[in-house]
């Protein structure tokens, strides 16, 4: 749901949306014809209620009486929960006459697909049906051109005193000191009239749920109260974004946009959570085995072995107006996901779930050795097979997010630095995971790792410039750009140390780090632009992969002061990390530009911080030897202890407490099992 300050849905990106359609489209509040003023609004901690506050507009008589302003407070709550909206309307009357309040609902439902909203124009729709009137409310229909019937049904408490097929009047009498409720709900069908019952459990639910996933895994508790409450505002916003699919749960990408399964987003925000929640990632891998492609489909992307990039629900994608509803066209989610797996079978010692889906997993390694080098240079690249297709296919897919040093556009197929990373962190992982299966393949799969890493050096490595080259385009010429991609090499440990200590120096140069983060592209590259969605902009889980990849081999002070600025920087947001903000340099007295269509919440900016507080704490988890370390722990400015509760570590729990003294810190470690925790300063 999105919605302006007053909870109303008037118009834009507003609306309700289920399965990727608006089901309802407009919602208006009128008190005297009139918007009430608003007071306040609020979103709970934990993301369950909005709540409203406003008061009455002056009235004009009605039957003979009249409303001064300010007299009637009204409280608006509502809740998502079980697929319906919970709306209650309260109002208090604070004069001292009684009140004839009257009250009107405006509503609509266009049904319009969330691409249409985005605004792609389409040749032709369905029929929408004219509205029925129940007594109560309103069923609006639509019948799509994909031959489904998709409904929205507006239901009160009290039969309105007046109803049309886009208006509910009420006359509500409200004596002094007393108060007055009027519930209404929205869903796909008919059910029992709304009421206060209805509306407390619809709240309940909704609340516990949100809870139980915010607080799944381990604990963090920080001795600096707003740094402690920005961790949980993180923690609430990833649990309203995960989905309890069949499969596990599942984190969608982001409101209000991108409210569905990506498999980029999800596998990143996963290993952004794993040391704190490994569930996470088993939910989002066992979800992407179950959606593999096994069949070849230009529209789609698809190639046997290939893992999901998007999917959506909507009349577009079923269509094919779209080509969505299964899309695979992402170059690095394969191996991104076969290296998670890796990592998941690292922290967990998860054998039995690995081998389940070690078919999947073959798979992917096939689709890599098969269609993933489309033109034998050794390289993973990508070129879409229709023009409908993602243009690139990184994660950096704006259509001018790859370039060369004078501006000019590469052209494919492309060969991304950091995706060859990642196929190098799946062959490692391949082989690592091998080995514990007793599979033969173990041994030419960690060949085939470091056969990858020599190439990358080769080609990628630009000794003038002391970094790696973006990419590579269709002829095999290097891309001389300086751009984040470089630090996700860090991320898998595919650099040497030397090559790794450039790359570090200049990402924590002022070309990168803004103060609020580092961008994605260095300032005075070609087409750089502070502004712009990919070429300048700093994106949170960017920085925290970058971070992370510093820390692998050794970086610690940086990495602690970064987390520190994206804390100070999710001031500005109200304690949210958004998808991106503009890459303007931090100011003394001024705060963070924001990126005006950004998503927020997005799933794996909120994991972001989780990813570069373990990275600054030097966090090392391996649960096949059982095994915790904490290499040189460093701790954010301001925060001098922080408390890590309930780590599991196969199976058995562990605390740990880092305290600062001084330049360096002391660690307290109480295991409820056999967990060895080595602490090196």
């Not at 999710?570 to 931090?586: D, H, Q, V």
Request: charged share 25%; net charge negative.
């Amino acid at each position: 749901m999105v919605c302006d300050g007053f909870g109303d849905m008037v118009g834009g990106a507003e609306g309700l949306f289920r399965d990727d359609t608006r089901v309802l489209s407009r919602l208006r509040l009128l008190v005297g014809e009139r918007r009430p003023w608003r007071l306040a609004c609020h979103v709970s901690a934990d993301n369950a209620v909005l709540t409203v506050h406003g008061a009455n507009r002056a009235v004009a008589p009605v039957w003979g009486g009249s409303t001064p302003r300010g007299v009637v407070h009204l409280e608006r709550r509502r809740c998502l929960a079980g697929g319906r909206l919970y709306e209650r309307q309260r109002l208090n009357n604070y004069g001292l006459d009684e009140v004839l309040a009257p009250i009107a609902y405006e509503f609509d439902a266009d049904f319009r697909d969330i691409f249409e909203v985005r605004g792609v124009a389409r040749a032709a729709r369905g029929e929408t049906a004219p509205p029925e009137l129940t007594g109560r409310g309103v069923v609006m229909a639509y019948h799509g051109l994909d031959e489904v019937r998709r409904t929205s049904v507006i239901a009160f408490s009290e039969p309105p005193w007046r109803l049309s097929p886009d208006r509910a009047e009420f006359m509500l009498p409200v004596t002094p000191g007393r108060r007055v409720d009027l519930f209404l709900e929205v869903g796909a069908t008919a059910d029992d009239p709304p009421d206060a019952a209805r509306f407390e459990a619809a709240v309940a639910g909704a609340q516990g749920e949100l809870r139980r996933l915010a607080h799944k895994g381990a604990r963090i508790v920080a001795s600096d109260g707003a740094f402690d409450d920005w961790l949980a505002r993180l923690r609430a916003d990833l649990a309203m974004l995960t989905a309890e699919l069949p499969t596990g749960p599942y984190p969608l990408a982001g409101t209000p946009w991108f409210s569905t399964p990506f498999g980029r987003d999800g596998i990143i925000c996963a290993w952004q959570m794993l040391w704190l929640d490994p569930s996470l990632a088993r939910g989002v891998l066992a979800y992407l085995a179950s959606r593999q492609a096994t069949e070849s489909d230009p529209f789609t992307d698809a190639e046997p072995g290939k893992i999901l990039h998007e999917t959506r629900r909507g009349e577009m994608a079923a269509l094919g107006e779209v080509p969505f509803g299964a899309y695979y066209g992402g170059v690095d989610t394969t191996p991104l996901f076969v290296a998670l797996a890796g990592a998941y079978l690292e922290r967990t010692a998860d054998l039995a779930f690995i081998n389940s889906i070690w078919p999947q997993l073959t798979a992917a390694t096939q689709w890599l050795e098969v269609f993933a080098d489309s033109d034998g240079d050794g390289f993973i690249d990508y070129a879409r097979g229709q023009a409908t297709g993602l243009a690139n296919q990184g994660w950096k897919d704006s259509e001018d997010s790859v370039f060369h040093a004078d501006g000019r556009l590469a052209t494919g197929p492309i060969a991304l630095v950091e995706a060859q990373g990642y196929a190098f962190a799946a062959w490692r992982a391949m082989s690592d995971m091998g080995l514990r299966l007793g599979d033969e393949a173990a041994a030419g799969w960690a060949a085939k790792a470091r056969e990858l890493a020599a190439r990358v050096v080769a080609r990628f490595w630009l000794r003038d410039l002391g970094g790696y080259a973006l990419a590579l385009d269709g002829e095999g010429e290097p891309c001389r750009v300086e751009a984040s991609n470089t630090g996700h090499l860090l991320f898998v440990g595919l650099p040497s140390a030397e090559r790794a200590r450039q790359v570090t120096r200049r990402l924590l140069s002022p070309a990168f780090d803004t103060g609020w983060g580092l961008r994605t592209l260095g300032a005075g590259q070609a087409r750089y632009n502070p502004m712009s969605y990919h070429n300048g902009s700093v994106w949170p889980h960017d920085t925290a992969l970058c971070l992370a990849g510093m820390a692998r081999y050794g970086e610690r002070t940086a990495v602690a002061r970064i987390l520190g600025e994206l804390f100070e920087a999710s001031n500005a947001f109200g304690g949210r990390m958004p998808e991106l903000l503009c890459g303007f340099a931090r100011e003394a007295d001024g705060p963070p530009v924001a990126y005006p269509s950004a998503c927020m919440p997005q799933a794996w900016a909120a994991g972001a911080p989780f990813m570069i507080l373990g990275a600054a704490l030097g966090l090392k988890i391996d649960a096949v030897r059982k095994e915790v370390r904490l290499v040189r722990p460093r701790l954010p400015a301001g925060v001098e202890r922080i408390a890590l509760e309930r780590l599991d570590i196969a199976g058995s729990l562990l605390d740990i407490e880092i305290r600062r003294l001084g330049e360096r810190t002391a660690v307290t470690a109480t295991s409820g099992g056999s967990v060895a925790v080595v602490v090196e300063e």
